[in-house]
Nanobody, 118 residues
């Protein structure tokens, strides 16, 4: 089993930055694809970004491309999300997720709230 714990959320003004961290425990996630999702009130959960096991391939939602950066440190069993130029529409609960090879997004964190004020 894998446990994921997010941290780094909070309240920030529009234009500001936050860095989210996701620490995995229970087993190594070095072979897993890791991702960040978010869910705003009244909306469905959506993928924000994901990164492959080596960090050589990433995907970003159009809405965050150029502003957010995902990275990982397999030695620390962790993944990060640097969020710059934040907008009020980025306000949501952000979830870290892990996808084992050949599987689905099987593991989820509890989420961390990000609130961007205008």
């Amino acid at each position: 089993q894998v446990q994921l714990v997010e941290s780094g959320g909070g309240l920030v003004q529009a234009g500001g930055s936050l860095r989210l961290s996701c620490a995995a425990s229970g087993r190594t996630v070095s072979t897993f694809t890791m991702g960040w999702f978010r869910q705003a009130p009244g909306k469905e959960r959506e993928v924000v970004t994901q990164i492959n096991w080596s960090g050589s391939s990433t995907y970003y939602a159009v809405s965050v491309k150029g502003r957010f950066t995902i990275s990982r440190d397999n030695a620390k069993n962790s993944v990060y999300l640097q969020m710059n130029s934040l907008r009020p529409e980025d306000t949501a609960v952000y979830f870290c997720a892990a996808r084992p090879p050949g599987s689905n997004w099987d593991y989820w964190g509890q989420g961390t709230q990000v609130t961007v004020s205008s």
